[in-house]
């Protein structure tokens, strides 16, 4: 396990409204990492700062082993540094199957040292077959994607963000108008995806972040209100606070 990405004494401020506040939040690889907090708590804030869509007016975001700074670096630079992001709506391409959805999505091959993990080398067909797998579609590959419930759009989604091999998943509310049995797909497919990398997941539905059963981060007015396992951070009386609006 290594430190994968390092925030550190991040601040934004929009109109004179300080949206990040100092904010140092620190993600292992692997790691699974749910982000909660009250609406207007800077979540997504957070995640434009990481992915490089926000700059942020102070502080440091810093990547991988060699600890590179990302402040500063496009989207599309930060992107190849092996950051995917899901947002909340589904962007599938729904004329296409979800075989070629994931085919199109696999642009980057895995390269040179995908041969010392695979006795033999991975064909496309391969890989494809594999991720439909990880995502519960294995048996959905030659259905037009606009064909697929909700939730399967979603799974698909994330398997064309799996298909790029990134190191850090960035997930906004996967389980935003889910049924109760996709929601605990949901958690499986988050689970295995986070084995291999790391994977921050922002959300508001408490029972489907009891599910994930990983460490929690609270944020709350652009900073981290407390961190820990879902008991001990719905146990702190000033999330108890925020969340009961007192
Ligand atoms: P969350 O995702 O936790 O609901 P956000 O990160 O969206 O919170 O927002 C944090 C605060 O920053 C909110 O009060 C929001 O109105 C403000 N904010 C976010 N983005 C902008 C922007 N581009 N311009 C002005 N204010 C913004």
């Known amino acids: 396990m290594i430190s994968l990405l390092e925030v550190s004494g991040v601040s934004k401020t929009f109109d004179g409204f300080r949206a990040i506040n100092n904010l140092s939040i620190q993600i292992n690889e692997p790691e699974l990492r749910a982000i909660i907090g009250p609406n207007g708590a800077g979540k997504t804030t957070f995640m434009d700062i990481v992915t490089g869509k926000t700059r942020p007016d102070t502080g440091q975001v810093l990547w991988g082993e060699r600890n590179e700074s990302l402040t500063g670096l496009s989207e599309a630079e930060i992107a190849n540094r092996g950051i995917g992001r899901k947002f909340q709506k589904p962007t599938v391409f729904e004329n296409q199957t979800v075989r070629q959805n994931l085919a199109m999505a696999l642009k980057n091959p895995r390269g040179p040292l995908a041969a010392l993990f695979f006795k033999e080398p991975q064909t496309d067909a391969d890989r494809i077959n594999e991720i439909a797998g990880e995502i519960g579609l294995a048996d959905q590959l030659p259905r037009p994607a606009g064909e697929l419930s909700h939730g399967q759009k979603q799974w698909l989604e994330i398997g064309m963000l799996l298909a790029q091999d990134p190191r850090l998943l960035l997930v906004d509310e996967p389980a935003a108008g889910m049924t109760a049995e996709e929601r605990e797909k949901t958690t499986d497919i988050l689970k295995r ?12 539905d408490m029972e489907f972040v009891r599910r994930l059963n990983c460490k929690v981060t609270v944020l709350h007015e652009g900073h981290v209100l407390a961190e820990g396992s879902l008991d001990h951070v719905t146990a702190d009386p000033t999330v108890i606070d925020v969340y009961l609006g007192r």
């Open 193 to 204: 995806a986070a084995r291999t990398r790391a994977v921050v997941v922002v959300e508001h």
